[in-house]
């Protein structure tokens, strides 16, 4: 192992570390803003910020070229009441580093940033590169990624640093929620009168439980869909009126979420509202260089069904990076302190054979 690597593993293993021991809950990503920024300015990179995103560009960025996009997100969830560690104590034990937002994506941002110092000031690169450092990525937040990437510049494509055991996330489902209203008359119920919400919604209900969309996701499946809450009535002898839902739209690459809203609306008898339509499902071809790159690497492809800054990218994108997303949110978070080392290896081996 040469010493630039030696020195960027362990300056990566340290800003690890600094990084979990500052909170930073989504839209409370000052502190870990501020220590990124410290750190790019260090290491003589100019930096940008926009609220609490953070971004760079190689050394010598040539405009005329195309630029590849490095993001992870340095905001996390809040600890649940299952830690048995303090998580914001970064803590090694048996090759393991523990703390929150270690696997969830510390480990995948710190590999990133350590791949972006490496080709940082190489010249004669076949792509520009940008990082960026994002906020509220956990509430897919408008002032995260939403927010700047209109401001970083034109990409071409993107790597987006989540925990995925080093395989590629080449296909990612999005999410709608809608807010669905049936509405009847009210009456007695001793009485043959009225029309009962209830009854509407009930066969809406049942559409959306049974019915298939006609394509299907090579890498993610069908589009599912799933009732999740109910609320009707306001006492026992009133034939109730209206009848309110919710269901969670897991969408894929073969649709967008407007495609679906109007499959939805043209087969159901209730109103539907959606309360987005930003978080979209994402795919990137088989053939693209970035794919054919983890490939050699030997990586496996997958479609993910958990959502990233992905949907809210409109470019081309793979999520991969080290760690395991199995731990992700989970109590006494952790990343082994090999994989941090096989994620910078493998970015840059991932990013070398394209630039």
């Known amino acids: 192992m040469n010493d630039r690597l030696v020195g960027l593993i362990d300056a990566s293993t340290s ?22 920024c410290h750190f790019l300015k260090m290491r003589g990179v100019e930096y940008h910020r926009h609220g609490n995103n953070v971004w760079a560009y190689n050394k010598f960025k040539d405009d005329r070229k195309p630029c590849i996009l490095l993001n992870s997100h340095h905001d996390t969830v809040k600890p649940n009441a299952g830690y048995t560690k303090d998580p914001f104590a970064a803590v090694v034990e048996d090759g393991k580093l523990f703390g929150l937002g270690s696997n969830d994506a510390g480990g995948c941002l710190v590999s990133l940033i350590a791949a ?23 509430i897919s937040g408008k002032n995260g990624i939403e927010a700047v990437f209109p401001l970083i510049g034109e990409m071409s494509f993107a790597i987006v640093g989540e925990p ?27 009485r043959d009168e009225g029309e009962n919400a209830i009854y509407k919604a009930i066969e809406a209900i049942e559409w959306f439980r049974n019915f298939e969309f006609v394509k299907e ?24 009126d209206v009848c309110t839902f919710v269901v969670d739209v897991r969408t894929t690459d073969v649709y967008d979420n407007l495609e ?35 490939l050699l690497l030997g990586s496996r492809t997958y479609g993910s069904p958990t959502m990233s800054d992905q949907a809210l990218l409109p470019i081309p994108s793979v999520k991969v990076g080290p760690g395991d997303s199995a731990r992700s949110h989970t109590a006494d978070e952790f990343i082994f302190l090999d994989e941090l080392e096989k994620g910078i290896r493998f970015y840059i081996k991932l990013l070398d054979k394209i630039l």
């Open 15 to 36: 800003l690890l570390k600094d990084l979990i021991s500052i909170p930073s809950f989504s839209r409370e990503e000052h502190g870990t803003a501020e220590l990124l």
């Open 217 to 240: 996701s090579i890498h993610l499946g069908p589009v599912k869909m799933s009732v999740t809450m109910i609320q009707s009535g306001t006492q026992h002898n009133v034939v109730p």
């Open 164 to 190: 995925t055991l080093l395989d590629l996330a080449v296909a990612e489902k999005g999410l709608m929620v809608l807010d669905c209203k049936a509405t009847g008359i009210s009456g007695h119920a001793a």
């Open 260 to 294: 679906i809203v109007e499959i939805i609306k043209k087969h159901v008898q209730v109103e539907v509202i959606p309360r987005s339509t930003r978080l979209n499902p994402s795919a990137i071809d088989l053939k693209h260089p970035i794919v054919q790159s983890g």
């Open 116 to 138: 972006f110092m490496y080709f940082y000031d190489k010249q004669d690169l076949a792509y520009d590169i940008c990082l960026l450092t994002s906020a509220e990525e956990e």
